[in-house]
Every structure is written in structure tokens, then in C-alpha cells.
């Protein structure tokens, strides 16, 4: 799969709900109901980090889940991107961009959200062919005034922004004509699976799945 081909598919699970929910699993019995209750409040698409000694094992498990469309986020090396595809996800995500990372998509079949914070990496992924990007992180390089201005010379380019972005801020991005959704952790708190509130989880996804753009 070219990265024209991998930013088109990406560019689909975007557009399938205004948030990717950003998830950090760290018990491995969370991960099965917690893509249930996303997937009953409207968020189909889900990323799970590769920063837990479960994150590969939860996303062979909530790619079980009917309606559910698996991502690893955080993936950093071409070990890591081969061993997504196994456990089961179809994208990946990364805060920035390697060559070794991008040939590991390729090989792996993988659409790849790759990470870009300024002009030159959006124009040096775009040289390549990525169309869709990540910007990250984002609050923390400009937020959604900055992205609104990369769009300015740059309109060919989509991003899905993350990086400390909340339900109050994540509507500036979403009006953005170069937004496509963003990513937000805000979905599934960590004391939500530590209690099992997984109908609270399934509300703030609803809440989160209604969002304009």
C-alpha cells in the first residue's frame, strides 16, 4: 500500500466519527467491555497506545469487538508496526516520522497517521504522499490557530489533531476546513475503567460522537 493509498484509507476512518478516542489500557479486563461501550456510544474507530505491557494483547482482544476498528497509536519502530498488524489493528499512529517507520507500513499493509508539528515535516510527508496526518502535539505547538494557519499554504494536507485537546476545545479544531476529527483521551478516563463505569464511558462517548464539524 503506496502512502497515497494509506492516507486515503485513513482519511475513511476519520471521517467515521468527529474523535478517535485515545486509549492507555493498563488492565488487560478493561479492554474488551471499554471498546463495547465506545463502540455503543457512536466511536468506531478506537487507538490504543503502545505504552503498556498489555496494549498489543488489548487490541487483539477489542478487535473482536463487532463494530470495532483497531489502531495502535505510539508506534515508534517497524517491531512495533509488524506487531500491531498481528494483534490486529489496521492503522497506525505516530507522534512523528522515520523512513525505517513508513517502509514498515508499506511492507505491513498498514494506514499510517504519521506525526508532523511544522510546515517542513508536513511538506517533507506530503513530498511522500501522506495527505492525512497527525498534529501533535497539538495545544502544546499552537492548537487550533496554528493548524488553522498551516492550512493557509498548505490546504491539500488533513490532519487529525492531538495532544491535550478536551470537549471545549476540540469544536475549534473540528470547524477547521483541514480537519477530518481529532483524537481526545477525555472519552475514557482512567477512574471510569478503574470503576467499570463503562455506561459513563458509552455517555461521554455519545457526547463526544455528536459533536459539529
Known sequence: MTPTEQSDRALKLCQLAPVIPVLVIHDLAHARPLAEALVAGGLP????????????????????????????????????????????????VSPGSTPALTDAARANDMALLPGAQTCSEVMALLELGYTVQKFFPAESIGGAGALK???????????CPTGSITPALAPDYLKLPNVACVGGSWVAPKSMMDAGDWAGITALARDAASLPR
Do not use: K, N, Y
Request: net charge negative; hydrophobic share 55%; with cysteine.
Open 45 to 92: 474507530v478506537l487507538e490504543v497506545t503502545l505504552r503498556t505491557s498489555c496494549a498489543l494483547e488489548a487490541i487483539a482482544q477489542m478487535a473482536q469487538v463487532d463494530g470495532a476498528i483497531l489502531g495502535a497509536g505510539t508506534v515508534l519502530t517497524p517491531a512495533q508496526m509488524e506487531a500491531a498488524r498481528a494483534a490486529g489493528a489496521v492503522f497506525a
Open 149 to 159: 494557519s498551516i492550512g493557509g499554504p498548505l490546504p491539500q494536507v488533513t490532519f
